[in-house]
């Protein structure tokens, strides 16, 4: 096989992708990928992510993950992706950015938004070059997603449907939260609102955990002025691999990929797991859960609100009107997926790729066939 037929073979099936560009400005010293998966919804949206590990294997399945996100929450968007080659940290990063928006100018398919390694001042840079950005600062029209806690939000909308699902009332439900930061801590906020107890909570320096409940607000303000969870005065240190094994009703991943695996799905406790990060949990980790009978709602379906809030801000629209799109469509997606688990026997995972490719192919059967 020639090393072209090879990248086609890895990469192509009925959906996409549309576009595998490599980017390469010597003066700048950018390398960087764009992956645009599928436009069949509409130009395509997603996050512009910068490490110095990036390949095109993650960036063509994150931009699949966006196609499927995108068109499981009914919005007018095609997935797309993109990869800077570079470490965040790096003193060159507003020229690389800058260097990047220039290269994707004409590539008018895709529409940018922060991800791991960018932020709101990224996409005002891109924006600056090319006009095209969302997940802008305030100042110049965004609608800041990370600051009014949008994926959190969702989370919480999901939880209130699912819980009823697996037997469960969200009052006194006591929680774990894997990750505190711009998606668990919110969540932890909106659900401590909905009398969830949170029981255990990480980040990446350790864990901390009551069974009497931790104090949200007490707990963000230590990590905040400390910068580690174990800051917080009261309760009991643990690991992060002990997080998972905590006496909980509800688990919500908010941090790593695949963190949830074999070596640990069997010592889960929750009867229901919402996966706020991307992909935490391992293919055979999720098809074990189902098997035991814990309800698990996908990342495409639960941690939907950023994209939701993103494609507001894209058409104009208000924060209001961000934050009751998150909840109406969070909760609409959820229910179907479970009616499904519930009436069809589908795990969650087939269900929601259902729902998400039934509208992709529906958007595709309107597109000129040659
Ligand atoms: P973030 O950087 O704001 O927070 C991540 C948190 O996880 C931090 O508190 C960090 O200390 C902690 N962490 C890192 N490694 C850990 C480990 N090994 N164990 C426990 N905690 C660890 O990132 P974020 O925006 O909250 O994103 C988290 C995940 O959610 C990512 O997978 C991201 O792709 C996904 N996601 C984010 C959004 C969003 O709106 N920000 C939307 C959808 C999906």
Redesign the pocket.
């Known amino acids: 096989m020639t090393p072209d037929a090879f990248e086609f073979e890895r990469f192509c099936d009925d959906l996409g992708p549309a576009q595998v560009v490599h980017l390469h400005d010597p003066s700048s010293g950018l390398r960087a990928v764009l992956v645009v998966d599928n436009v069949a919804c509409g130009v395509s949206l997603g996050?512009v992510r910068m490490a110095a590990d990036v390949s095109v294997d993650e960036v063509f399945r994150l931009a699949r993950a966006m196609t499927l996100k995108n068109a499981g929450a009914g919005l007018p968007h095609g997935g797309g992706k993109a990869g800077i080659l570079a470490d965040p940290k790096s003193s060159d990063r507003e020229r690389l950015i800058r260097a990047f928006a220039c290269a994707i100018r004409t590539l008018t398919d895709y529409v940018p938004g922060?991800?791991?390694g960018t932020d709101e001042t990224c996409m005002a840079w891109i924006h600056d070059e090319i006009g095209r950005a969302v997940g802008l600062p305030r100042v110049i029209g965004g609608i800041p997603?990370?600051e009014i806690g949008?994926?959190?939000f969702g989370l919480t909308a999901c939880a209130e449907v699912a819980a009823p699902f697996c037997g469960l009332e969200l009052s006194g439900a006591r929680l774990a939260i894997?990750?505190?930061?711009?998606?668990?801590?919110p969540a932890a906020r909106f659900l401590a609102e909905k009398g969830v107890v949170l029981v255990a909570a990480?980040?990446?320096?350790g864990?901390v955990h009551d069974s009497e409940g931790l104090d949200v607000d007490a707990l963000i303000a230590a990590?905040a002025a400390s910068g580690s969870?174990t800051g917080y005065e009261g309760g009991e240190k643990i690991s992060?691999e002990a997080?998972f094994e905590v006496p909980c009703d509800i688990l919500i991943p908010?941090?790593?990929?695949d963190?949830i695996h074999e070596g640990n799905v069997d010592a889960i406790q929750a009867r229901l797991i919402i996966q706020?990060?991307?992909?935490?949990a391992t293919a055979a980790a999720e098809a074990r859960l189902h098997e035991r009978g814990v309800l698990v709602v996908p990342?495409f379906i639960a941690?939907?609100?950023?994209?939701i809030?993103a494609s507001v801000e894209f058409h104009g629209g208000s924060e209001v009107s961000a934050l009751e799109q998150i909840a109406a469509k969070i909760v609409k997606n959820t229910r179907e997926v479970l009616r499904a688990v519930r009436d069809e026997g589908f795990s969650p995972r087939k269900a929601a790729v259902r729902l998400a490719q039934r509208r992709v192919e529906a958007a595709m059967g309107l597109r000129r066939a040659f």
Do not use: F, H
């Open positions: 996050g922060p991800d791991m997603l990370d949008a994926t959190g894997e990750g505190l930061g711009n998606v668990g801590r990480s980040d990446s320096t864990a990590k969870v992060n997080l908010a941090a790593r990929p963190c706020g990060a991307n992909i935490p990342d941690n939907a609100g950023g994209v809030c």
